[in-house]
Every structure is written in C-alpha cells, then in structure tokens.
C-alpha cells in the first residue's frame, strides 16, 4: 500500500462531498434473505418473433440444406441463425463457448448458458442494471466511480446511493457507511475492480470483507470488471466470483481496455449464480432484454476464438509495462509539485490527483482548476467532479512517454504560477 502519511483535508471528502454528509447512522433494517426478482422491464420486453420460434419443435430435414427465408439480412453465412434465433441475441453459441472457457476455472465454473454477449462492456451494465433494477429501487455505487452507472440508472428512475472509497487507504471501500446505505429497496451493489477513475485494485482480503456485506444484506453483486487482469506486477487481480458461491454476481467485462479495441463494441455478461438465486427468471430476463439490440457484432464474435487463445503472452506484458512505467513515471512528477497529491494507482490506465485548494484560492474547485490549465497549458485531465469527487483530477497513463514528461512538465509550470501559500504556513513554504 502506498504510504501517503496524514494527508491534508483535501483527501477527507469522503467525510462530506459536496455538501452531503455521510455521517453513519445505524444499519437500515433489511429482511436478510434472498429475493431477487427480474425487473418489470425485462418481464414485459416481448419480441413476437422469439416467442413463435423458439416454441417451434420441428428440426430441418437433414437430407436437405437449409435456405433461411426469415431474416432481413443480405448473407449465406447466417442461415442456421434462423432457427437459432434466442442464441443470435445473447451470442452465437460457439462465440458464448469461446468466453466461457476463457473465464472458467474450478472456483467459478462458466458454461456457454452462463455468458451473454453484448454490444461493448457499457451495454452489458446497462443489462444487468435493467434487469435487476425497478423504478423507485436503488443501487449502490463507488464514489469516486465511472459515471455511466449513475447515467444509466438515472435514466430508468433507478435511485442512486454512492458509498464511499477511502483515498488513504488506497482506494478501498469504506464498509461501514457501504452498510448503513442498504434498505430494503435496494437491489444490487456496483463493485469496480480494478477502478475508473482510481487505478487502484482490492486486495482479495477485501474483497472477502465486500462479499461478506452482499451475503449478509443479501444483496446481488454487478461486477464491473472491464480492467480485470490489467494490474501491476506487484499486484493480482482476483476475479470476485472466484472468491464466493454464496453471492450471485453478474461479471461484466469486453474487449476494449485489455484488448485495446474499443470500437469493436464487444462485451459480455458472466453469470455466476452456483446457489441458484437468479434461477432461471434473471438468465431468461437478460435474454430478453437482449432482444432491444439485435445481437453484438458478428464479425468480431467469429474472431473471439483467436482474439482469446491467441493473442500472445508478450502483447499483455508490454502494455501493462507500459502502463506501469507511466504511471510511475507521473505519479512521481506530480508527487514532487506542492499543493498536488497524487495516489499511486496498482492497475487499470488512471491516476488521481488531489489537488490542495486552499493553495490555489483564485480557483473555486476543481472544474475551474482543470479549465484553467487547458486554457493556459492545453493540458485536458478530467475533473474527478466528473466522478462525484470534487477537488481531485483524473490522468490518462496511455499517452507515450515523451507526451506524459512534457504534460506533467506543464502541470508543473501551471501550479507554481498559481500556488499561493495558505494562511500560517508561510514558514511551510519557505522551506
């Protein structure tokens, strides 16, 4: 763990971010026991279609080949699609076969029944949050974390509940306010690991402590895992799933970050349920909500066999050393600026920056902060109120390293033209 010693106030948001103050009461009362329902949504997605073939009971006479004559598509190749037609939603079944033998292992076993593929990683959130979320219920997601969740549920009338991480420790979750959040509307608990926007990656300890709030609350994991294996050397990822059978997890993930081919819009759902508490309704309900977007791209699912099996050893290695040697790299300029507090990230492509305001008094937060350093040093790093997490900022490590020196060069330049002792600690900065 990164020793940052007592960090400054900055780092104490989670005590009181923008204004809301999550002081901890005691634990809501919850029923523990399980209970999870589809949505409404996902019970009434009806695509006629589906309903007439998937009843239909015939096989094709083998003596003669098959000529499709019912899907809109000008190819030959998708002729068996047509009688196929639930499996072309969710995934070609040799394409659900390919990811679920990737993903399998003894302590989370995966068949193709268990995976659905998506259109892109976001899509598969938005599934599982469609699928597990009425209106008027809630979730719980990270503060600070990737703003799609919020985005997502706002726009179904889920209710959003943010927990918070602990910058000093790392990153991980402060557990007692986690628990003091859930009531008995709440549906699902959002776990990102390894972490947008914080780089930081749980340790399996505290993953054991995550799941034992799920198991004992009873509520169903979403586990955003799109940067899973994307970790540094003195770090290890550890796939939530592996570490449990009691709670059910649906585990997201996809091409883009590891694979680095984001706009090929391939992702996938993982479902890791071996006490049988989605049962059949949650599988049958991601199915039909699958029905909204005609199926993922076929043409990259015909290459998840090579992307997978065959990608060598070393394209992973170089990325992650890659990334790593950014990450230091920036970590210890910024680290070296007074009135910034960068945290040292264990994986993922991000680092988070505190940032001192009481230093820089002519900017009034962390938006202003970032704005200003376009304007005068056309350096764009987001600001972590993007987030939830006001006055920090967020820095992408995937820029070669010649544009990573001379941006952190310019945030250098940027800070001491605006850096203003604060008020007592005039003999601080004399130093």
């Known amino acids: 763990m990164q020793d940052h010693g007592s960090l400054p106030s900055v780092l104490d948001v989670h005590v009181n971010v923008a204004g809301r103050s999550s002081v901890l009461g005691k634990v809501k009362s919850r029923k523990a026991r399980w209970s999870v329902r589809p949505s409404d949504m996902s019970n009434k997605t009806f695509n006629p279609i589906r309903a007439i073939v998937d009843n239909m009971k015939v096989k094709p006479n083998p003596n003669k080949t098959m000529i499709a004559l019912s899907i809109g598509e000008l190819s030959t190749l998708n002729q068996e699609a047509a009688f196929s ?83 000093e420790k790392n990153w991980e979750i402060d557990l007692k306010q986690l628990e003091s959040l859930i009531d008995e509307k709440t549906v699902c608990l959002i776990v990102n690991n390894p972490s947008n926007p914080c780089g930081s990656v749980f340790s399996r300890r505290h993953l054991q402590k995550i799941l034992a709030v799920a198991a004992r609350q009873c509520v169903p994991i979403l586990a955003d895992e799109i940067y899973g294996d994307m970790v540094f050397s003195d770090s290890k990822f550890e796939p939530l799933a592996t570490l449990s059978s009691k709670v059910p997890i649906l585990s997201c993930g996809g091409l883009a970050k590891r694979w680095l081919v984001p706009g090929w819009r ?15 309704e949650i599988r049958d309900g991601l199915t039909k909500l699958s029905q909204r977007i005609l199926g993922p791209c076929t043409l990259v699912q015909g290459a998840l066999k090579s992307i997978l099996c065959r990608t060598p050893r070393v394209f992973y290695h170089n990325t992650l050393s890659f990334l790593k040697s950014n990450a230091d790299l920036c970590y210890g300029a910024l680290a070296a600026i007074p009135g910034l507090r960068p945290i040292h990230p264990s994986g993922a492509m991000y680092l988070m920056v505190g940032i001192e305001m009481e230093h820089f008094p002519e900017f009034e937060n962390d938006v202003e902060f970032t704005e200003q350093l376009v304007a005068e040093q056309s350096v764009h790093c987001l600001p972590a109120t993007c987030f939830e ?43």
């Open 389 to 431: 997490y006001p006055n920090f900022f967020r820095v992408v490590i995937t820029v070669p390293e010649v544009m990573m020196l001379e941006a952190c060069s310019r945030i250098q330049e940027f800070c001491e033209q605006h850096y203003h002792c604060a008020e007592g600690s005039q003999e601080e900065c004399d130093k």
């Open 85 to 167: 037609f639930c499996s072309f939603l969710s995934g070609y079944l040799s394409s659900r076969e390919e990811v679920a033998s990737y993903y399998h292992c003894p302590e989370a076993p995966l068949e193709a029944k268990d995976v659905i593929l998506t259109s892109g990683c976001s899509q598969a959130i938005e599934l599982c949050l469609a699928v597990l979320a009425n209106p008027g219920q809630n979730i719980l997601v990270p503060r600070p974390g990737f703003s799609l969740y919020r985005t997502l549920a706002e726009s179904m009338g889920i209710e959003v509940k943010l927990y918070n991480l602990l910058p």
């Open 266 to 280: 391939m992702g996938w759902i993982l479902i890791h349920d071996r006490r049988d508490i989605f049962g059949n």
